[in-house]
């Protein structure tokens, strides 16, 4: 395998995710401003807005990531040589079922909720901070 074997499924990954982490926080931010009347929101409501984004990061994207993993492990003399992210998402799915996308979910999903409220919290406070 090359330097570059696994990018295509890992852009993939990227996309889909950071697509759900920025939509996810922006809609429960909207949904915090509504239920304060318009009232600027208190920090820990961002912090849980962020974690919501980085929840829905990694349970949209983890079967993609799972499979970039997979196919970045495999050799070129694999027996269970995968075809691609298809193949593979299929396969992993058939033969060892729905959880084996998810091993190590639990993790990542704790990890990326602490990211997330941090980054956001970060970010709203620097915001606020320049004007």
């Given at each position: 395998?090359?330097?570059?074997?696994?990018?295509?499924p890992?852009?993939?990954?990227?996309?889909?995710?950071?697509?759900?982490?920025?939509?996810?926080?922006?809609?429960?931010r909207?949904?915090a401003?509504?239920?304060?009347?318009g009232?600027?929101i208190?920090?820990?409501?961002t912090?849980l807005?962020?974690?919501?984004?980085?929840?829905?990061?990694?349970?949209?994207a983890?079967?993609?990531?799972?499979?970039?993993?997979r196919?970045?492990?495999?050799?070129?003399?694999?027996?269970n040589?995968y075809?691609?992210v298809?193949?593979?998402?299929?396969?992993?799915?058939?033969?060892?079922?729905?959880?084996?996308?998810?091993?190590?979910?639990?993790?990542?999903?704790?990890?990326?909720?602490?990211?997330?409220?941090?980054?956001?919290?970060?970010?709203?406070?620097?915001r606020?901070?320049?004007?």
């Open positions: 395998p090359g330097v570059f074997t696994g990018i295509g890992a852009m993939a990954c990227e996309a889909v995710g950071v697509t759900c982490l920025f939509s996810t926080y922006e809609l429960a909207w949904f401003y509504q239920r304060s009347g009232e600027p208190p920090g820990w409501q912090a807005c962020g974690t919501a984004g980085g929840v829905a990061l990694w349970s949209v983890f079967p993609l990531d799972t499979a970039k993993s196919l970045q492990a495999q050799g070129k003399s694999s027996v040589t075809k691609g298809a193949d593979c998402l299929r396969r992993v799915h058939k033969e060892e079922g729905m959880r084996a996308l998810y091993q190590g979910y639990s993790a990542a999903v704790v990890r990326a909720g602490f990211v997330g409220a941090a980054v956001f919290w970060t970010y709203e406070v620097v606020g901070a320049l004007g």
